[in-house]
């Protein structure tokens, strides 16, 4: 970097490439270069706030003062009216980023790198804290380490919300000579970005977070799954982990103290289902993504057999704000049993659609109208999904339910992995059970009965609701078999189908009434074949 | 194709793939060496891959076959998905599939007749802040309607390469 060059910071994270960072990124160095104007442009994850993307920042006086969102074309005017000064004069003038509303409102304890750090810098990661709960862990025993963890109250934050203390002392206390550390990082679930986010944006945060879990269970080796959809967390990482490689992070000899962890990264392979920790165990063994029956849990016998620690990567990327402040910080956030901040994320028919990290107990509401300005579409918001594709459909009358774990298993809701999806009164209901349907049949890995036939015959039960010919028997059906699904499947995925499905049928029966065309029939064949069906090219014309 | 043509393909998947044999579970990574470099997964996949992993090539098949992202065929010049999840659904998803199936003239799985397009679903992106979601190669493109659509396809079926 040259003396004097401003720094501008922009996003590399992939929502903001989709609305256009790169070109603005390059459009910038360009256009300065043109002008003879001295800049470094720092790409870095987003912060979140999406509808400000592509969102320039530009230092000045140790602030950050934003624009956004700046288009390529926009540049040459941003520029006269004085963008490298900061200038309030500037089109798309925001102040310093950290004042603006959006932000205020929230507390980012594990997220508060995103945006702000260069997710390729061991140095810049450094500046804004990190690796001082490595240090700081290097220095404790495993167990004051796991007691932290539990003092926390953190639970896991995929999706299970199991208290992670117990998992990390299970492991602990597992005689055993080799033991592992997984990172799930197939997050499939629509409208939950956090973890792509967060390892696009901040990876060392994650990797700290494996090391010290390593540290504290015994655990030498650790694998991330990635999903294949995530190219740019892949190279983000891939990056993150070499540059901890030279600074002596990771490997054989950590920080000089004698200690060895390593982290290999796996590519999945577009099956949802190996977001479910045995699944995701069997395909990192090189086999089909089936789930195991439990017990053993993975943390007796995972991954080859042996102890394994299976986390989620916000879970994991939590440890390291817990162990450098303390799990009694930590714990000092929330309600209840649900204990710290969880990184929401607003998605779908949604206004200011972003990350929004808040400790547990506000309401749906307002996160849906406060943070997230009510509908994009502008008509009224009718059905919210809240921890994907397995959670339920709530009705404007259950939108005052605190975000915590408790309340909303209470409605029958989940909140899973904090991703909110909102639709506005445009939305059929009976489509959208439909489809909870048909993608637990496309996805189910096959190895209990009551998911993989019930899925297939759930659809068909929901394509007769709407011939209407018998309504009564056949909604008593689906009832009886969301309750074979519920009780009988082995894992969340035929499990929690019923979720979506029964929530619309009751909160929405108006949408099940509705006279129809032959059902499904704006759906393509592939909607009920369990699996991809895949054409020889000789057909594929 | 020869015998001999066959057994230079051979070879050469088993050279990908070689260097996965000693890695742990390293059967997926040794079906993404193969894909990465081919852009499918060609038949003699299953019997190298049996032979050195010391599997049969019923396990072999049943486990490229489980993972929707493997394919048998060779896919056109450009491969594209668009997210059929929820989030995506919420903003006009499902017309935007429609639309993609209607011009393109082919459904799910299937490669335009000019071999420029395959057409794939995906079930989510990550890009859920700004659905509707389409992915192009690694390129991830979002606020998807139809006039963008057919804009990206259009590039798509007009150059060899991805638009950026």
Redesign the interface.
């Known amino acids: 970097m040259s003396a004097g060059a401003t720094r501008v910071y922009v996003p590399a994270d992939?929502?903001a490439?989709?609305?256009g960072a790169?070109?603005t990124a390059r459009r910038l160095e360009a256009l300065c270069d043109e002008r003879g104007l001295a800049v470094t442009v720092v790409r870095t994850g987003s912060r979140?706030a999406?509808w400000l993307?592509p969102l320039l920042e530009v230092e000045r006086d140790g602030q950050r003062i934003g624009y956004g969102p700046v288009q390529p074309e926009d540049l040459p005017g941003l520029l006269d009216a004085g963008l490298l000064s900061a200038s309030e004069q500037a089109p798309g003038h925001l102040g310093p980023v950290e004042d603006l509303p959006f932000f205020r409102c929230q507390q980012r304890l594990t997220c508060a790198r995103l945006g702000v750090v260069d997710p390729a810098s061991v140095d810049s990661y450094r500046e804004h804290g990190g690796l001082r709960a490595l240090e700081r862990a290097l220095e404790m025993t495993p167990q004051a380490l796991v007691d932290e963890v539990k003092t926390s109250g953190l639970r896991g934050r995929g999706g299970a919300a199991f208290p992670a203390g117990i998992k990390w002392q299970t492991v602990l206390d597992a005689p055993a000579a080799d033991k592992t550390i997984v990172c799930n990082a197939d997050?499939?679930?629509?409208?939950?970005?956090s973890?792509?986010m967060l390892m696009e944006g901040d990876p060392m945060a994650l990797l700290e977070g494996m090391l010290i879990a390593g540290l504290a269970t015994g655990a030498r080796q650790g694998y991330i799954y990635l999903r294949?959809?995530?190219?740019?967390a892949r190279a983000s990482l891939e990056r993150a982990m070499t540059a901890l490689w030279a600074a002596g992070c990771l490997g054989s000899n950590i920080l000089g103290s004698g200690q060895c962890f390593d982290v290999a990264l796996?590519?999945?392979?577009?099956?949802?289902i190996c977001g479910e920790e045995t699944a995701l165990l069997e395909?990192?063994?090189?086999?089909?993504?089936t789930v195991r029956p439990k017990p053993p849990v993975p943390a007796i016998a995972g991954l080859?057999g042996q102890p394994t620690l299976v986390h989620n990567v916000i879970s994991l990327a939590s440890v390291p704000a817990i162990i450098s402040a303390g799990g009694e910080h930590y714990r000092g956030y929330g309600v209840e049993r649900s204990r710290g901040t969880l990184p929401f994320?607003?998605?779908?028919?949604i206004e200011r659609?972003?990350?929004v990290e808040l400790p547990f107990g506000l309401t749906l509401r307002e996160l849906l109208y406060e943070i997230g300005g009510g509908s994009?579409?502008g008509r009224p918001l009718r059905a919210v999904?809240v921890g994907g594709?397995l959670g339920a459909y709530l009705p404007e009358s259950q939108w005052d339910t605190p975000l915590d774990y408790e309340a909303f298993a209470a409605i029958g809701a989940m909140l899973g992995h904090g991703?909110v999806?909102?639709?506005?009164d445009s939305?059929d209901m009976w489509?959208?059970a439909r489809?909870a349907m048909a993608?637990c049949a496309a996805?189910s890995?096959g190895k209990c009965t009551p998911c993989r036939i019930g899925s297939t015959r759930g659809v068909e039960i929901i394509d007769r609701l709407a011939a209407g010919a018998d309504a009564e028997g056949d909604r008593h059906l689906l009832e009886d078999l969301c309750e074979t699904m519920r009780d009988g499947s082995l894992c969340a995925l035929g499990g929690m189908t019923p979720a979506p499905v029964l929530s619309a049928l009751r909160h929405f029966p108006g949408d099940f009434q509705r006279p129809r065309g032959r059902p499904g029939q704006?759906e393509?064949?592939?909607d009920t074949a369990p699996?991809?069906?895949?054409?020889?090219?000789t057909e594929?014309? | 194709m020869s015998e001999k043509e066959g057994d230079k393909d051979m070879q050469g998947l088993a050279q990908l793939t070689a260097p996965f044999r000693t890695v742990a579970g390293g059967l997926l990574p040794a079906l993404h060496a193969v894909q990465d470099a081919l852009g499918y997964l060609p038949e003699a996949t299953t019997g190298v891959l049996a032979e050195q992993f010391n599997l049969s090539r019923a396990e072999v098949h049943g486990v490229m076959t489980f993972y929707h992202h493997f394919r048998r065929s060779p896919p056109g010049r450009h491969r594209v998905q668009l997210c059929r999840a929820e989030s995506c659904q919420a903003v006009g998803g499902r017309a935007l599939e429609a639309h993609a199936k209607r011009v393109l003239d082919i459904d799910y799985h299937q490669t335009t007749a000019d071999g420029a397009v395959s057409l794939e679903p995906v079930y989510c992106l990550g890009n859920c802040a700004c659905s509707p979601s389409v992915r192009v190669g690694d390129e991830v493109y979002g606020m998807m309607n139809v006039a963008r659509l057919d804009a990206l396809l259009a590039e798509l079926r007009g150059g060899a390469e991805a638009v950026p």
């Open positions: 992939t929502s490439v989709a609305l790169d070109r979140g999406f993307e997050e499939g679930d629509s409208g939950t970005y973890d792509r294949e959809e995530y190219p740019r796996r590519i999945g392979a577009g099956a949802y395909s990192l063994e090189g086999r089909r993504g080859f994320q607003l998605a779908g028919n659609a972003g990350l994009r579409s999904q594709p991703g999806v909102a639709f506005d939305v489509e959208q489809f993608f996805e890995c704006s393509s064949r592939h699996g991809p069906q895949i054409i020889p090219s594929a014309g």
